[in-house]
């Protein structure tokens, strides 16, 4: 079965910090791959998307940058953390329309 | 992207009734409709989905609603249970696109 991790659970960063967040899906195969962000409260934002090794699309203009270097590997990276970064991250993995799986999420903290 | 949203931000009820939570969508090229379950600190959960050309689809305690004349969705919760207390949210996606949008969501408390 299919599986996806996604860590650390929680993260502190002063501003200006860098930030590396990985996700990586098991059991699975050119899976379309996702970074979403949710503030307290809200919904959920789609940040980016890939559907294959480096092909990155971005839905929002923003502080944050994705890449995807393995079939199964997806990174969220910032090079100067903003406290508007703060927010509950999710890495989302799908094979195709209709059916979409989180992780468990990455609570950042931007002091 | 188009909008998929919630009527009710707060639904709150007792334990052992039924529950509806609705949901309003814009885009009528969407093709899947899909509700979560998020529990808090936790990622959203996947519960279930309807393709546009069906009306109805049961799972276990749960029912989905398609309306498209309306552009209509609800998630109809059976004997509701503490557990079932989350944020609910639904999704939209069409069968060539590969993002799914979605909405604000209910948050759904239920009372022992």
């Known amino acids: 079965s299919q599986t996806i991790h996604q860590w650390p659970a929680t993260l502190v960063q002063p501003v200006g910090s860098p930030l590396s967040l990985e996700c990586t899906v098991e059991?699975?195969?050119?899976?379309?791959l996702y970074w979403y962000r949710q503030a307290a409260g809200r919904g959920l934002q789609l940040l980016f998307y890939?559907?294959?090794?480096?092909?990155i699309s971005s839905e929002v203009p923003q502080n944050l940058s994705a890449s995807r270097p393995q079939d199964r590997q997806f990174i969220l990276s910032s090079k100067k953390l903003l406290l508007s970064d703060s927010g509950f991250y999710l890495c989302?993995?799908?094979?195709?329309?209709?059916?979409?799986?989180f992780g468990s999420g990455t609570q950042l903290s931007v002091l | 992207g188009e909008s998929v949203g919630l009527h009710l931000p707060t639904l709150s009820v007792q334990e052992g009734d039924n529950s509806i939570i609705n949901c309003a969508y814009s885009?009528?090229?969407?093709?899947?409709f899909i509700w979560y379950k998020q529990e808090s600190g936790k990622g959203p959960q996947f519960i279930i989905d309807?393709?546009?050309?069906?009306d109805k689809r049961q799972g276990q305690r749960v029912t989905v609603l398609l309306n498209k004349t309306v552009k209509h969705l609800s998630l109809q919760i059976a004997a509701t249970q503490p557990g079932d207390s989350a944020v609910y949210f639904c999704?939209?996606?069409?069968?060539?696109?590969?993002?799914?949008?979605f909405g604000t969501g209910t948050s759904l408390t239920v009372i022992p």
């Open positions: 989302a993995w799908s094979l195709g329309p209709g059916k979409l799986f």
């Open positions: 059991g699975t195969s050119n899976p379309n």
């Open positions: 309807i393709r546009s050309n069906m």
């Open positions: 890939s559907i294959g090794i480096d092909q």
């Open positions: 885009n009528s090229a969407s093709d899947y």
């Open positions: 999704a939209e996606n069409t069968n060539t696109g590969n993002q799914f949008y």
